[in-house]
Nanobody
């Protein structure tokens, strides 16, 4: 069983930044594609970004391109989502997810995935 743990969410003003982290105690994330999703109240879950292991490819949902950066630190067994120039419409619960099978992303995340974290709340408001 893979347990994913997100952290780093919070309340930030429009234009601000946050860095989310996704780690997996007892499981090596290094070899797998890792995805970030978000879900705002009353809306469907939306894929945000994906980072591969095998071919190094990265994909972003259009609305976050140029503002969000996904990266991984294998020594820390952590995948990050750096979010800059945040907007109120970025407000959502953010989740990381993986199938612990594929090493490469197939595009902007669509799911389904077998393993999910509990989520971390990001609120962008003045």
């Amino acid at each position: 069983q893979v347990q994913l743990v997100e952290s780093g969410g919070g309340l930030v003003q429009p234009g601000g930044s946050l860095r989310l982290s996704c780690t997996a105690p007892g499981f090596n994330l290094d070899y797998y594609a890792i995805n970030w999703f978000r879900q705002a109240p009353g809306k469907e879950r939306q894929g945000v970004a994906c980072i591969s292991h095998g071919d190094g490819s990265i994909y972003y949902e259009d609305s976050v391109k140029g503002r969000f950066t996904i990266s991984r630190d294998n020594a820390e067994n952590t995948v990050y989502l750096q979010m800059n120039s945040l907007k109120p419409e970025d407000t959502a619960v953010y989740y990381c997810a993986t199938d612990a099978y594929r090493s490469n992303c197939v595009g902007v995340p669509r799911g389904p995935f077998e393993f999910w974290g509990q989520g971390t709340q990001v609120t962008v408001s003045s």
